[in-house]
């Protein structure tokens, strides 16, 4: 099972939007919502920030958002600030009964 | 307040074995699936394994099946992962997690080192 493809890097100013892209197949992120995402802060265990595609924990800030478009998960980070700063992992289910996670995604707030 | 704490890591010579465990508290431990997820130093997040609530279902990558085995005891609300034959591409911080194939994960431990090396 390969990796989901997610940009190496992803930057912008504080108070600006970006937005993250996990590409992978009819086979995982295109056939199912088990779709999530994950926040890395160095030396830290990942944080959940998005399940089942669109849905967002209590206690994570509603600037987070996720979204599916065919094989293609997105997650949008709407006014940025400088805690956004970290790497972020997409992770889905596959049709191998399987889960897979993206390459990973570093944000950088400038 | 949701808890699991890993332990059981350390250093191992190529061919060895080593017993990861994780301990749960905070939720109902016999009704959630769990997994192991691993990171290589510097490197990106790799689902090793899961076990469904019951511990009746388990899955694993192919990276590790044949080679390591997930189970669970209920009445400790502890989770395990066998790893035998270990080799030098399996060394990595080894979290343990809640959540499985079906749900997804939502906490996770703070990792066990695990070093493989002669």
């Known amino acids: 099972q390969s990796a989901l493809t997610q940009p190496a890097s992803v930057s912008g100013s504080p108070g600006q939007s970006i937005t993250i892209s996990c590409t992978g197949t009819s086979s995982d992120v295109g056939g199912y919502n088990y779709v999530s995402w994950y926040q890395q802060h160095p030396g830290k265990a990942p944080k959940l920030m998005i399940y089942n595609v669109s849905n967002r924990p209590s206690g994570v800030s509603n600037r987070f958002s996720g979204s599916k478009s065919g094989n293609t998960a997105s997650l949008t980070i709407s006014g940025l600030q400088a805690e956004d700063d970290g790497d972020y992992y997409c992770?889905?289910?596959?049709?191998?009964?399987?889960?897979?996670f993206g390459t990973g995604t570093k944000v950088t707030v400038l | 307040e949701v808890q699991l704490l890993d332990s059981g890591g350390g250093l191992v010579q190529p061919g060895g074995s080593l017993r990861l465990s994780c301990a749960a508290s905070g939720f109902t431990f016999s009704s959630s699936a769990m997994s192991w997820v691993r990171q290589a130093p510097g490197k990106g997040l790799e689902w090793v394994s899961s076990?469904?609530?019951?511990?009746?279902?388990?899955y694993y990558a192919d990276s590790v099946k044949g080679r390591f085995t997930i189970s669970r005891d209920n009445s400790k609300n502890t989770v395990y992962l066998q790893m035998n034959s270990l080799r030098g591409d399996d060394t990595a911080l080894y979290y343990c997690?809640?959540?499985?194939?079906?749900?997804?994960?939502?906490?996770w431990g703070q990792g066990t080192l695990v070093t493989v090396s002669s």
């Open positions: 992770c889905s289910y596959t049709s191998s009964s399987t889960r897979v």
């Open positions: 997690a809640r959540g499985g194939l079906l749900v997804d994960i939502t906490y």
């Open positions: 076990i469904t609530g019951s511990g009746g279902s388990t």
